[in-house]
């Protein structure tokens, strides 16, 4: 299989330094709840299929590098390539050419970020808890560039129709932003539809991000190119990437 049948481009206008990439879930050799390219090793699936699925991935992006995977916990820690912090962290940034940050996910939102110059790019794992921590705001401090040169790529995750919340997740999210009621419609069971794209873009608008592109690909509607782990009850995960080019 060609790279355009499992890669996903983002759609923005950055640098031609930037290099970004996000995986889909055909073109690897797992099976069963994990078919085909999953990329994770915490989730159950063969090591040595994981192994070959990252070859591949990296191969067809012709990767400078080895992907720095994270041990993501929901929460806001940001790990900076440059100063070594520890890599239990739900993001990545970096200022070095080569070097590649990556997120995993199968519903919850990646985020890329990059400045405008070219000279810092990031990625940041969103799922409602990590969104409640502020793990977006944290991200867009770690970059340390001007807020008006970042420019955000929202990938794919699970959409509206699909994400049912409680009301203290509501509760939780609203807790640091009023407005974001909006972002939320109660159903007939009296919880909540909740639509991670927009309070995703409030949170950054609010951090002054407000070059925000991508959006809207919903994982749990599209069997056939995300993993869900919603839909699936358990799945493979999918890779966010993002690099300068040396």
Not at 142 to 158: E, F, K, T, V, Y
């Amino acid at each position: 299989m060609s790279a355009p049948d499992f890669i996903l481009r983002p759609d923005w206008p950055a640098h031609p330094r930037v290099r970004a990439a996000q995986s889909l879930r055909a073109g690897g050799v797992s099976s069963g709840a994990f078919a085909t390219l999953n990329i994770a090793t915490h989730v159950g699936d063969d090591p040595a299929a994981v192994m070959e699925n990252r070859g591949r991935l990296g191969r067809a992006l012709m990767l400078p590098a080895e992907p720095l995977w994270l041990e993501q916990v929901h929460g806001s820690q940001v790990f900076d390539a440059e100063i070594g912090s520890s890599r239990t962290a739900d993001a990545i940034v970096t200022g070095r050419p080569g070097v590649v940050c990556a997120v995993q996910t199968a519903d919850c939102l990646p985020v890329l970020f990059a400045d405008a110059e070219g000279t810092r790019v990031g990625a940041a794992h969103v799922g409602w808890r990590g969104l409640a921590a502020g793990v977006l705001e944290a991200t867009v401090g770690a970059l340390d560039r001007p807020r008006q040169s970042l420019m955000a790529w929202l990938g794919p995750a699970i959409g509206p129709d699909a994400f049912e919340v409680g009301g203290e997740v509501r509760e939780a999210l609203l807790a640091r932003d009023a407005g974001a009621a909006a972002a939320f419609v109660e159903n007939a069971r009296g919880r909540w539809q909740a639509d991670l794209f927009q309070l995703a873009r409030r949170r950054l608008t609010a951090a002054g991000v407000t070059r925000i592109f991508g959006g809207g690909l919903c994982t749990f509607s599209d069997a056939g190119r995300f993993f869900s782990h919603r839909r699936d009850h358990g799945s493979g995960r999918m890779a966010t990437l993002i690099w300068l080019d040396a």
